[in-house]
């Protein structure tokens, strides 16, 4: 079976968001009012296959800790769905 | 295919015609359209290039490879070349810049040289639009992303505004490496039996047809007509880097070049017809990114970080070894033949079949030239505009303004460091590098003069040249080559031809005159848009060499107790200077013509001065005048100026005028004899000395030297 | 003092490292490409070189911690080994977690390449022992990932036991601290090492002030002799 | 009314992914096989006031075209949830 995933990579509460402020603070000069909490995160997308769906995730799950994803500084969440080849 | 999409006139079409004796079928006439377009064939202005002096006792490659090479000695030669990034940039000015970047350094690889510096020329609007601000944002990070990682040093650049270039920035990206003798690399020595290597990215769609898209100006429709845009991948390039120096030092590559404009198309068919032989390629074997790729998206794909190398059959093995160790995509996807044509099989089928020399040899175009009817006006200058009621505030006006003050913020962002060889870095008039395990040092100017080049081409484009070659000779440095870029408007246009022309013929009167061979360089035509045409604006990239490194003449090295000097006249003009176009908003008057011999005079003492060590600190008078070389003297050196000139010059001419081989010097105490002695005979005026925390001039202002930073880190006072 | 310094895909401070080393220690320095497994000579001092290794796609340093090479660099450590990671390297490091933290992209989201100043603010290691502490020494910094962080209670832990090797410092008050760094470093951190004080990563590059004749200055110098002496009179294991 | 947003931003189709081929040869090398397509690209998440939910995906969007993404490499994906403030 064939699947297509989806890795979303977001800073971690308390870890400074640099890119986020920079993009909240152009924002707010380009005119736009009532902005809070712009995020700037990654997502790492993805074909895979695999035996069942619950294998893909537990596979995608040990990509993140083995490399997409920093722990210290980055939280992530994953979504698949099977798709045909 | 209709040929007139293919960017072919009627006349060359009925040639194409003749020299086949056929009509092309629609995969030729798209590979013969792109080869002949502006962009890869020259046709405007070989004619001009031919002009330029090639030959110099230092040259060991001159114009018609990758890029030029002279010799700095103890077996090193030095590969270095200009390109433009213009329309790209334009489009997308982060990935068009970055791309700039790649494709300047893998002409240098392609000598067979490790890319070892670089410089970047960039042209902006007006500093205070949106616009500019955007773009240059962009431009600088898309330079500084490629360069960084790709680990070639930055060591230089230009930056100018001029409102000229608000719709038309310019990029041009300079690199060059050092490389030895018997390791040169070269596009013509390919034999028939050889095989034609792919090294690198894959091909995909990006920048199809670019060659053809930098060959017109930008217009409203260039948005939709525009290829899909290239990615730079630093990373891939960093690995063909060590992968072709490896392959190098074990002599694995008997012929190579890199694929730039019209990728695989142009650099094969060069291939093949500079070498004397002929290419049969396959097009199924050219490794793809996308799927349903037509054959002439692929030979005119300009996908990035691909080189193309003629390898022997029996060297195929380690070759392929070399790039698996690398990790980079390797395929054989041609033969090379003694046939003299260019043939593309898919499948089995002969789907194309030129001469090779078809694709080589486009014909030249003669446009006609006039001189500009407003010249009268361009060179007439209002002197009462320019009077200097303020002197304090004109300087500090000058050095704060956006071409005036420190670029600091636009080179630090570039890795200036990086191969641990500069010596001199940005921030510096001449750049200085070590060539590779010696003693001696590679120096680098790049320069340019719109303003100059806009109110008299020829006279514009002379002084730019001489200018680079004071710098380098201050330094002490014999002259090797130069490398430039020329940057126009459309050459369709009577008046901006005649630009174009008088501008080369200022170059190559100045370079023969003066010793100075062009080694290589590039055009970039058709810089315009609805909004308007640049200046003209060629750009010139001077190589000199010092043997040792301690005799070498810095800048901003004023010491305490020294004596500055002014060797040369005390005023050129106000003709088209940066406190001219400060005050009148436009460029108006003539500049100094460079005065050949005058110039040879000053070249003479000027290495004789360094090459005594008469002098701590030099510094040639450029943009700004006099003042601002003192200025930016003391700025640099941290040190408090004091000047007193007795003249009943005004002010304004004497402070601010440019032109003339002029220069400023700190002379060390004990030095003064040795140093007068050597300029004895040309005008040289003791006018000052390194004296407290101020910079001073005498009955005129002074200034604090904290201020004076200030106003020029930060641009304001 | 036997050297190695690993070269990553897309490493670019490799041989500048190599030459640094080899010119003011006078040794030969090994080059192990990442895709070694073990050192073929064993070294004493490992270096991680500054550069892009994997273009700093993903999260700089992110790929090559996942190098073959690195298990043994872990080991060499491990044994009381000399590993020193310079920027990209001094990333890797942290990546490995073999030093705590991480280095976030610069405040200016831009890339600073310029001389710095830092304070040495301790001795007790292998590294920093030829040095006095609070010394101020300028090193050339280049890099777009140099925020160092950590979470609070765990940066408190890394300041308590002293592991704060360097710190961006003024040169003219000898003050050091958050406001002095170009990057927005926490606690204007530019330099830290392991429990046992065998592990070093600091983003400047002391390489880049090893060679009088350039313009990086020469404290870079001092820099590897400090490292010589640390080895000589302590020894690396 | 209050909304949360995200905005994902991935490289266009044939757009060189520079990010994600770097990624897929590593996990490749790590011992992941059947991988395929491996794309990295942004998340941006806001918070936003707006007055109805429509509002709220238009000005996103105009957000998309203004700053946060680049039209000749990428695409974005919008998507826009009510919160309670
Ligand atoms: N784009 C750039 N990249 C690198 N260095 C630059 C760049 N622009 C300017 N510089 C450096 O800044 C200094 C002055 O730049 P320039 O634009 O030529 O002004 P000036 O006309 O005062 O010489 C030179 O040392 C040059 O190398
Ligand atoms: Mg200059």
Redesign the interface.
Known sequence: MFFQAEV???PRE???D???K???K??TH?G???????????????????EEEKEAQK?IER?CS???C?D??ETFKISVREILQ | MDYKSAGLSDPEYRRIIEILEREPNPLETQLIGVMWSEHCSYKSTKRLLRTFPSKGKYVLQGQGENAGVVDMGEGWGFAFKVESHNHPSAVAPFQGAATGVGGIIRDIIAMGARPSVSMDGLFFGDPDLKKTQNLSKGIVEGIGAYGNAVGVPIVGGKTFYSPCYTDNPLVNAFSAGFVRLDKMASSQTAKKGDLAVLLGSKTGRDGIAGASFASRELDEDSKSSRPQIQIGDPFEEKLLIECCMDLLAQNLIASMQDMGAAGILSSSSEIAHKSGCGIDITVEKIPLREKGMAPWEIFLSESQERMLLIVEQDKLDPVFAMAAHYGLDCAVVGTMTDSERYRVYEHGELIADLPTSILGDATEVVWPSAEPKDIRERITMNPSSLISAEPERDLLSMISCPNGRSKHEIWEQYDSMVQLHTIDGPGSPVAAVEVPDTARVCVLTMEAEPNKCRTDPYIGASETMALSLRELWITGAEVLGMTNCLNFASPEAPEKFYELEQCVKGLADTCRSLDCPVVSGNVSLYNETSGGQIYPTPLVVTAGLIEDRNKRLASGKAATGDTFYLAGDLCGSLGASRYQVMKNGTPAGKTVAPDHSKEKDFRERALKTAAAGAASSGRAVAGGGLAVALANEAIASEKGISIEINSSVPPEEILFSEGGARAVYAVPEGKEQVFESIWEGFPCTKIGAVSGEDFEWKEMFSIELSKLKKAFLEGCF | MKTAVVVFPGSNCDRDVQRAVCESLKTSVDMVWHEEERFSIQPDLVVLPGGFSYGDYLRSGAMAARSPIIKAVIEHAERGGLVLGICNGFQVLTETKMLPGALLPNTSLTFICRRCHVRVEQTDNKFTYGFKKGEILQFPIAHHEGLFFLPEDELKKLEDSGRVVFRYADPCTGKAGAEYAPNGALNGIAGICSEKGNILGLMPHPERATISHLNGGTDGIRFWDSIAKAFAERGAF
């Not at chain 1, 736009?32 to 695999?50: C, H, P, Q, S, T």
Request: hydrophobic letters at 50%; proline letters at 0%; charged letters at 25%.
């Open positions: 979303v990579i977001t308390g870890v400074l640099t890119q986020g920079a993009v909240e152009t924002l380009l736009y009012k009532g902005l809070d909490e712009v995020r700037v995160g990654k997502i790492v997308k993805m074909k895979l296959e695999a596979t990509m083995d490399l997409l920093n210290l500084i």
